[in-house]
Nanobody, 124 residues
């Protein structure tokens, strides 16, 4: 059974940083694409960042480009999202996801497994 568990969320002031972790079990992430999404209250889940199985391809939403970095540690079976220069509009529940098959990294439909989410709150 595949499980993804996010951690590292919390309350931070604007301009601060957080690093989210997504620990995965039941699959070796080294051969799968991984993504981060977020969902604010009353809004749809939106794409934040993704990287392919090799780690060479990365993609970011325009709203986080230059501030967020996605990375993976295959030995630890963990994906990270480093978030710097946080803004109040980054406040949301952040989810990591694993993609087994082909498709667009930007679409939630691409992903087969999801974590339970971790809350990130940025105060102004």
């Amino acid at each position: 059974q595949v499980q993804l568990v996010e951690s590292g969320g919390g309350l931070v002031q604007a301009g601060g940083s957080l690093r989210l972790s997504c620990a995965t079990s039941g699959r070796a992430i080294s051969t799968y694409g991984m993504g981060w999404f977020r969902q604010a209250p009353g809004q749809e889940r939106e794409f934040v960042a993704a990287l392919d199985w090799s780690g060479h391809f990365t993609s970011y939403a325009d709203s986080v480009k230059g501030r967020f970095t996605i990375a993976r540690d295959n030995a630890k079976n963990t994906v990270y999202l480093q978030m710097n220069s946080l803004k109040p509009e980054d406040t949301a529940v952040y989810y990591c996801a694993l993609a087994q098959g082909p498709g667009s990294y930007f679409s939630t439909n691409r992903y087969d497994y999801w974590g339970q989410g971790t809350q990130v709150t940025v105060s102004s």
